[in-house]
């Protein structure tokens, strides 16, 4: 019954590739979120959306695009791969602003660009 | 420019000890203040928070402290174990959802 999870676990691929990453939430909520954690262990967040509408968008290279099919998912593809994008890829989900605004994380994807 | 700022970045302590881990925060518009916890391998979880009205937050072992006028927060681990060993983040988040997190502390507790 895992609440956030996310497709692939690991994956590795040679520079100049695409690639995507698949997230599902089980639980409701009305807002997911990227986030990026880099090899010193920084969160950062990428983008969020709430009932499939883009909300935040940091800079992010255009390379990097969300898609939300329904508020259960919300995928990132990545274009042209590059050996800076090596990281964590978390997704996370929240039900809304307001009281209660837990966020829940995947397990996260652990790209590796070679 | 970093919004929240979180130390030490390491921290080892002995079991039955205290570990403090520091945060401040600049932007006055956040208003919910989480710590999660991150085991290797694992993804962020939802440890603790606090809202600005309140001074302290005490849940088991674990205690916010905050300070509104000094934009500052911490974390208090009483009778530290060694299972509590793991990365914590703290974070502030403004009514738009987005959470702003610190440098993370990695925290060790010897047996």
């Given at each position: 019954d895992t609440a956030v999870s996310?497709?692939?676990k690991y994956l590795v691929t040679q520079m100049g590739n695409d690639k995507?990453?698949?997230?599902?939430?089980?639980?409701?909520?009305?807002t997911m979120y990227w986030y990026k954690q880099d090899s010193k262990k920084f969160l950062k967040i990428m983008f969020s959306?709430?009932?499939?509408?883009?909300i935040i968008n940091e800079t992010v290279p255009n390379r990097f695009s969300p898609k939300s099919p329904d508020k259960a998912h919300l995928n990132l593809h990545i274009n042209s791969l590059e050996l800076g994008d090596s990281a964590?890829?978390?997704?996370?989900s929240s039900q809304g602003g307001g009281q209660g605004r837990r966020a829940f994380f995947g397990q996260g994807t652990r790209l590796t660009v070679v | 420019q970093q919004q929240v700022k979180q130390s030490p970045q390491s921290l080892i302590v002995q079991k039955g000890g205290i570990s403090i881990i520091n945060c401040a925060y600049e932007n006055t518009a956040f208003d919910y203040f989480p710590w999660y916890q991150q085991f290797p391998g694992k993804g962020p979880a939802l440890l603790i928070a606090i809202r600005p009205d309140v001074s302290e937050k005490k849940e088991g072992r674990f205690t916010i402290s905050f300070n509104k006028s000094a934009k500052q927060f911490s974390?208090?681990?009483m009778d530290s174990q060694p299972g509590d060993s793991a990365t914590y983040f703290c974070a502030a988040q403004d009514s738009g959802s987005r959470l702003t997190f610190g440098e993370g502390t990695q925290l060790t507790v010897n047996p």
């Amino acid at each position: 019954d895992t609440a956030v999870s996310q497709t692939p676990k690991y994956l590795v691929t040679q520079m100049g590739n695409d690639k995507s990453i698949k997230c599902e939430q089980n639980l409701g909520h009305d807002t997911m979120y990227w986030y990026k954690q880099d090899s010193k262990k920084f969160l950062k967040i990428m983008f969020s959306y709430n009932n499939k509408e883009l909300i935040i968008n940091e800079t992010v290279p255009n390379r990097f695009s969300p898609k939300s099919p329904d508020k259960a998912h919300l995928n990132l593809h990545i274009n042209s791969l590059e050996l800076g994008d090596s990281a964590v890829y978390f997704c996370a989900s929240s039900q809304g602003g307001g009281q209660g605004r837990r966020a829940f994380f995947g397990q996260g994807t652990r790209l590796t660009v070679v | 420019q970093q919004q929240v700022k979180q130390s030490p970045q390491s921290l080892i302590v002995q079991k039955g000890g205290i570990s403090i881990i520091n945060c401040a925060y600049e932007n006055t518009a956040f208003d919910y203040f989480p710590w999660y916890q991150q085991f290797p391998g694992k993804g962020p979880a939802l440890l603790i928070a606090i809202r600005p009205d309140v001074s302290e937050k005490k849940e088991g072992r674990f205690t916010i402290s905050f300070n509104k006028s000094a934009k500052q927060f911490s974390l208090h681990i009483m009778d530290s174990q060694p299972g509590d060993s793991a990365t914590y983040f703290c974070a502030a988040q403004d009514s738009g959802s987005r959470l702003t997190f610190g440098e993370g502390t990695q925290l060790t507790v010897n047996p």
